[in-house]
């Protein structure tokens, strides 16, 4: 029988998970919407092909088998695949098949010979996928939440109570009572000698950690070509250098992750005669006005 007012509490290891499920799709979702493809592709090759390069880091293109007379229907299909022969002497593979994750009929069983019969493209010069070179920055962050948390707590809670065993039913509602944000906490003891009160002394550093969550977070944002001066740092606090030194290695990275998507797309234009192209889809990386162009239009003023 539940004590009056207790509320179910949520485990530490539930909230962890919901945290690194958080922080997971947060940035699956800003990769998802890095490039921008042409219109020959279906909104749902588009988003297989992305959500291959997040997990796989590789996808792979070949004709589509026992072709219907529909002008709708796209010609060529992207799986996974698997390595169906030897590499050859650069350590790529010589024949691939594709992997048919729904046992549909269009899709090839056979072993296809790699830049003829299918096409096998990459995210990363690695030829990783996107999140494992992100994900120890993601548990690192989630580790840093779970501190956060910890430490939030503290400061709400500033008050240990101790009490002896048969006091139990007491300490479950007192302990309700705190989480639940009461600002006046009252119980019942059967011998008040048994009670002690001891006053926290958990420092205030809840500032500092979230000035390393969000220069981590920043780190991961940079990794995966996603603008974040201004975050981890105001903005009015950066020069011109450093702003467009980082929007140097936001764009590096953007682009090393575009020559290679361009890479299998021009492929497969070559293999199967069709025209597929891809450019980046993002906003102007941040900027702030000179400084000194700023001192002088004030002077004018």
Request: glycine share 2%.
């Amino acid at each position: 029988m539940k004590v009056k007012g207790e509320r179910n509490r949520v485990s530490s290891s539930a909230i962890r998970q919901q945290m690194k499920f958080y922080y997971d799709n947060k940035f699956f979702n800003k990769w998802m919407n890095k490039f921008k493809f042409s219109e020959n592709l279906t909104y749902q090759e588009k988003h297989y092909i992305m959500k291959k390069f997040w997990s796989n880091g590789t996808i792979a293109c070949s004709r589509r088998l026992n072709p219907i007379e529909d002008d709708r229907l796209p010609k060529l299909v992207f799986t996974p695949w698997v390595l169906a022969d030897t590499y050859n002497c650069y350590d790529f593979p010589n024949f691939a098949m594709c992997i048919n994750t729904r046992g549909v009929s269009f899709i090839s069983d056979k072993a296809l010979e790699v830049d003829k019969d299918i096409v096998l493209g990459w995210c990363q010069a690695n030829h990783k996928g996107v999140y494992s070179m992100i994900e120890c920055k993601v548990n690192q962050l989630v580790d840093l939440e779970m501190v956060i948390r910890i430490c939030t707590k503290n400061q709400k809670s500033p008050w240990i109570i101790a009490m002896s065993p048969e006091d139990k039913k007491a300490v479950d509602q007192l302990i309700n009572d705190m989480e639940s944000d009461e600002p006046i906490l009252v119980t019942m003891l059967q011998d008040l000698k048994n009670a002690k009160a001891l006053n926290s002394t958990a420092p205030y550093i809840l500032d500092k950690l979230e000035a390393m969550r969000q220069k981590i977070e920043d780190d991961i944002d940079t990794q995966i070509g996603e603008s974040n001066v201004g975050i981890a740092q105001k903005k009015e606090h950066l020069t011109d250098d450093e702003v467009q030194s980082n929007n140097v290695v936001i764009q590096n990275n953007d682009e090393d992750f575009l020559s290679y998507v361009k890479d299998f797309f021009s492929r497969i234009n070559m293999c199967f005669g069709i025209q597929y192209d891809v450019e980046l889809n993002r906003e102007e990386y941040m900027d702030i006005p000179n400084q000194k162009e700023e001192e002088l239009d004030n002077e004018d003023e």
